[in-house]
T-cell receptor, first 119, second 116 residues
Framework: DTGVSQDPRHKITKRGQNVTFRCDPI?????LYWYRQTLGQGPEFLTY????????KSRLLSDRFSAERPKGSFSTLEIQRTEQGDSAMYLC?????????????????FGPGTRLTVL | AQKVTQAQTEISVVEKEDVTLDCVYE???????LFWYKQPPSGELVFLIR??????QNEISGRYSWNFQKSTSSFNFTITASQVVDSAVYFC?????????????FGKGTLLTVNP
């Protein structure tokens, strides 16, 4: 399978605990995105990487959230001191954009998501 | 700011019926792309179609067709002869050339149920 993969698929945790999710993008893709989707809503942008550089973070991403993409390959999203409001599906997507181009219109390929439940 | 509105929360049809999903978008940018994604119960978003703001030609791809009208800022999506496997949540999304030109702005989605 050469698509975007995410691990774990489901995570149940208690309020106050830290959690970490992993995303493995399509191998040749240089851009990686994290989105959050709550019940009955569309995905909302959280952050994005161009190779290993994190270039933009949404205001949705509080200081309890941190994302990394070491070596421009897989990415991790960590949530510290989880709150019940963090319960959501966390989606990862990747795309390939030619260097020097904005990347508007590039198809983003999505993974299956990690469903987080905070009790 | 960009915004996508999908006024239809849920649609239910009988197999073989045609169904149109509505999407209205807002942006001040002149260069942008519009997308439709499908999210089956498994949760993974599947890309369906893409259109850029300079191409208003409507097309048909298999059972899918779309109607892009800049004058009304609408990008409607039609499934012809619907099948049970089409049951899913469908999202319209916008990506613009200005500002955060890498993120997709999604609507809230339309839940389509195709009954046998």
């Amino acid at each position: 399978d050469t698509g975007v993969s995410q691990d774990p698929r489901h995570k149940i945790t208690k309020r106050g605990q830290n959690v970490t999710f992993r995303c493995d993008p399509i191998s040749e893709h240089n851009r990686l995105y994290w989105y959050r989707q709550t019940l009955g809503q569309g995905p909302e942008f959280l952050t994005y990487f161009q190779n290993e550089a994190q270039l933009e973070k949404s205001r949705l991403l509080s200081d309890r959230f941190s994302a990394e993409r070491p070596k421009g390959s897989f990415s991790t999203l960590e949530i510290q001191r989880t709150e019940q409001g963090d319960s959501a599906m966390y989606l990862c997507a990747s795309s390939f954009t030619l260097l020097g181009l904005a990347g508007v219109g590039d198809e983003q390929f999505f993974g299956p998501g990690t469903r987080l439940t905070v009790l | 700011a960009q915004k996508v509105t999908q006024a239809q929360t849920e649609i239910s049809v009988v197999e073989k019926e045609d169904v149109t999903l509505d999407c209205v978008y807002e942006t001040r940018d002149t260069t942008y792309y519009l997308f439709w994604y499908k999210q089956p119960p498994s949760g993974e978003l599947v890309f369906l179609i893409r259109r850029n703001s300079f191409d208003e030609q409507n097309e048909i791809s298999g059972r899918y067709s779309w109607n892009f009208q800049k004058s009304t800022s609408s990008f409607n999506f039609t499934i012809t002869a619907s099948q049970v496997v089409d049951s899913a949540v469908y999202f319209c999304a916008l990506q613009t050339s200005g500002g955060s030109n890498y993120k997709l702005t999604f609507g809230k989605g339309t839940l389509l149920t195709v009954n046998p």
